[in-house]
């Protein structure tokens, strides 16, 4: 067991509310942050802290944060997910939408890491943990603010770690391909090598390794779980 503290952002269902249970097992304090207001109860389910709010907003993730320190004292992993950014073809994305891919898939984990990383300065050590999407490097059209912006992502998660493996704060990124948390087709099932979408579990446990001191030495990547639905040399 552990007395360390994750902080998971829109963690109220799917891949996040999977690496909150998880990482709650495996004995972390828990404070979730979530729009729908289910983060808030399974935070309590975890005898940890909820806040219902936006990872879109400054202030929701300050009272995130605030709240874990004041409780707590201190921020160990800090696990970034996100909802759902528009989707069109690629020349018919407006200047609001693609604002909007940019505030869903880049900026929710600029803004929390932002906050968090003080802290982790000062303990001298955190791992910060997004979770991005197998078409990062691939991209595809049918997610294309996704793609777009989580290709940026992999760029801010280098030069963060550039900067901060100095502090031993650690930044890697996940890359999931179709998970159970999607609407099962048998097309996207026939695509993947293993022949069967991934587990929420599977995800959630790859973010507890790397939160892990196992992954003390493991910074600035993107680590692909998707089945070999994308494979680079």
């Known amino acids: 067991m552990t007395d360390k503290v994750a902080l998971i952002t829109a963690g109220g269902s799917g891949m996040g509310a999977a690496a909150a249970k998880k990482l709650a097992a495996d004995g972390y304090r828990i404070a979730i942050l979530s729009s729908s207001g289910k983060g808030e109860a399974l935070a ?27 409780q707590w004292g201190r921020i160990d992993v800090l696990v970034n997910s996100a909802g759902h950014g528009p989707r069109a ?18 900026l929710n984990v600029i803004r ?7 802290f982790m300065q000062r303990q001298q050590g955190g791992a910060i943990i997004n979770i991005s999407t197998a078409w990062a490097f691939e991209p595809s059209d049918m997610f294309p603010t996704s793609a777009v912006f989580r290709s940026g992502l992999a760029a801010f998660t280098k030069i963060f770690a550039d900067t901060y493996a100095r502090d031993n704060i ?24 293993m022949q069967r979408y991934g587990k929420s579990e599977e995800i959630a446990a ?28």
């Open 170 to 193: 650690r930044i890697n990124n996940v890359l999931p391909g179709w998970i159970d948390s999607l609407p099962a087709r048998e097309e996207r099932r026939a695509s993947v090598p």
């Open 89 to 106: 073809p690629i020349l018919e994305i407006s200047d609001d939408d693609w604002h909007r891919g940019m505030e869903t898939y880049l």
């Open 112 to 118: 929390p890491a932002r906050l968090v990383t003080p």
């Open 206 to 233: 790859t973010v507890a390794f790397l939160a892990s001191e196992g992954a003390a030495y493991i910074t600035g990547q993107n680590i692909r779980v998707d089945g070999g639905l994308t494979r680079s040399v």
């Open 44 to 70: 309590g389910e975890l005898g940890g802290i909820g806040v219902t709010g936006s990872n879109q907003s400054t202030d929701d993730l300050k009272t995130l944060v605030e709240r874990a320190v004041a």
